[in-house]
């Protein structure tokens, strides 16, 4: 049972241009989180999905950023017209359900931005 | 809502020494509580958790943690630290009428000495 994927692991992109972070939850999960983890600080909460669904984005930036979790195919954190403050470590985390309250997390996507 | 304080960014112990790790946490509902470790460059792996069954709860590689209301705490303790466990720790709580989005602690690096 493969566990939480994402890719790329390492993403490098220059001021201005656009970062799309793929994350396939664990087989049988339909509850997505995304968190952001900024050099030397605790992982940050950004956005809660279920499948076609975001249920929570109260950690989301206004701007540049969203997420997506389609009913097929992995849950996308796409950021616009990257900033040199957006370079981080994004991880993504899966759930089976909200009465399982375990999360299992991917070795998440470390962005650098130039 | 929630947060959670980790008292200690660096803990250094010696090999064979108590590790003891400190977590204070903040929550208006009865709390999830959790203890990731990260590796360098890895995603978090999950140590134990606390779900409002016994309060001392056991995990991986002999950690163990208290869950102590009147404190509001959740210390995470080995009894012989040994040159694997350094890594970064993290506390987490959650609540199941929150989405379970978990709110970190700042984490604490652990190194051991020989």
């Known amino acids: 049972n493969a566990g939480v994927m994402q890719n790329p692991r390492h993403l490098v992109r220059r001021r201005g241009q656009e970062a799309r972070l793929r994350c396939s939850p664990m087989k049988g999960h339909s509850h997505v989180y995304w968190y952001r983890q900024l050099p030397e600080e605790g992982l940050k909460f950004m956005v809660y999905?279920?499948?076609?669904?975001?249920?929570?984005e109260s950690g989301m930036p206004k701007e540049r950023f969203s997420a997506e979790f389609p009913k097929e195919g992995p849950s996308i954190l796409r950021i616009q017209q990257v900033v040199r403050g957006d370079s981080a470590a994004y991880f993504c985390?899966?759930?089976?359900?909200?009465?399982?309250?375990?999360?299992?997390f991917g070795p998440g996507t470390r962005l650098t931005v130039l | 809502a929630q947060s959670v304080t980790q008292l200690g960014s660096h803990v250094s112990v010696s090999e064979g020494a108590l590790v003891l790790l400190r977590c204070n946490y903040s929550?208006?509902?009865?709390?999830?509580l959790f203890w990731y470790v990260q590796y360098p460059n890895q995603g978090l792996q999950l140590l134990l958790k606390?779900?409002?069954?016994?309060?001392l709860v056991k995990g991986i590689n002999g950690f163990e943690a208290e869950f102590k209301k009147s404190e509001t705490s959740f210390h995470l303790t080995k009894p012989s630290a040994h040159m694997s466990d350094a890594a970064e720790y993290f506390c987490a709580v959650s609540a199941i009428n929150a989405g379970n989005m978990l709110t970190f602690g700042g984490g604490t690096r652990l190194m051991v000495k020989p």
């Open positions: 929550s208006s509902v009865p709390p999830y």
């Open positions: 985390a899966s759930s089976p359900g909200v009465q399982n309250n375990e999360q299992f």
């Open positions: 999905l279920q499948k076609e669904n975001i249920i929570d």
């Open positions: 606390y779900t409002s069954a016994a309060t």
